[in-house]
């Protein structure tokens, strides 16, 4: 049983480079202004903000957009920002920290898995609608935020463009639960890639809980540390109306803190629960604000809040 860590290192990082929409880069202010900090408080876990990793602005963005492309959209922006919130993470990871990371659209992910590299094996679960797991040939978009899992996993393009791949992270300890939203060819890269993928039917037929317990067997068999990474679209937009992508058919209120609750108390007891983000939350989108405040509720269940 390993002890939970006593301080949360909180990094904003207000990207919405990786997203067609805006609106993703004020997730970090909704969610400081949510509460956040005090929730910790109250759990008795100090909690340091050492405020935002630098992003380019929307506005900018005229002025900075060589070597994007139809199918990388803001790829060196994106790949820059990445880097500056992986030194962010490792910093806190080095004093002993918690990292709690606020996106910004997904494509984060692979800075605050960069960040994590003192971990020999690291596994990830990642709770979405969709599968994030386009390349940029597959992307029907171009948006990086739909190719993050796929860059951490190093798949052939990735790897090829020498960047985002995490060689500390194995597909087998991948568990993406939640989809419901997936590309034709991305689901193909899915079902040939050994990631350990819950949809949202695998929810409804076995329950929340066990299909969590499952993803724990997957996550931690081997590894010594698990990150979470939290999509807010997971939920149904009747709950969580501001993310940058919504789809029908998520989870529920209730399923979403029973997963957070359930693995909060038992990734500890096979590994190091070693970080968590929470990404998408779009307040341009939102109503007064609840799906930030859902979101610093969902992560206070997962770092130890409970009704009793
Ligand atoms: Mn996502």
């Not at 037929?205 to 317990?213: A, Y």
């Not at 029973?258 to 983000?277: K, P, T, V």
Request: hydrophobic letters at 40%; proline letters at 4%; aromatic letters at 4%.
């Amino acid at each position: 049983m390993r002890i939970m860590k006593e301080t949360i290192r909180v990094i904003g990082a207000p990207m919405d480079l990786g997203a067609d929409r805006r609106g993703v880069d004020m997730g970090p202010s909704a969610m400081r202004y949510a509460g956040l900090a005090d929730e910790f408080e109250a759990l008795g876990i100090s909690c340091l903000d050492d405020g935002n990793v630098l992003v380019p602005q929307t506005k900018q963005r005229k002025w900075i957009t060589s070597g994007t492309t139809d199918d990388t959209k803001h790829l060196p922006e994106v790949a820059a920002m990445c880097e500056r919130l992986e030194v962010a993470v490792a910093e806190a990871v080095e004093a002993g920290e918690f990292p709690l990371v606020l996106g910004g659209d997904h494509s984060i992910a692979m800075g605050t898995v960069g960040g994590l590299n003192q971990y020999d094996s690291l596994g990830i679960i990642w709770f979405d609608a969709h599968g994030d797991f386009n390349t940029p040939t597959t992307s029907p978009s171009g948006d990086i935020h739909g190719m993050s899992l796929a860059g951490i996993l190093g798949e052939d393009e990735f790897a090829d463009a020498g960047w985002a791949k995490a060689s500390n992270v194995a597909a087998e300890n991948v568990a993406l639960i939640g989809a419901r939203s997936v590309d034709d060819e991305e689901r193909e890269a899915l079902r040939e890639s050994d990631i350990t993928v819950y949809t949202m039917s695998d929810i409804d037929e076995r329950g929340i809980t066990d299909v969590v317990v499952d993803a724990i067997d997957v996550v931690t068999d081997g590894t010594d540390g698990v990150h979470v990474s939290l999509d807010l679209d997971w939920l149904d937009p009747t709950e969580a109306p501001g993310v940058g992508t919504p789809v029908q058919g998520g989870v529920s209120y209730r399923e979403a803190h029973a997963a957070m609750e359930f693995l909060g108390r038992h990734i500890r007891q096979e590994s190091d629960f070693c970080g968590l983000e929470l990404v998408e939350v779009n307040p341009i989108l939102d109503e007064q604000n609840r799906t930030a405040e859902l979101a610093v509720e969902l992560a206070a269940s997962a770092l130890g809040k409970q009704t009793l």
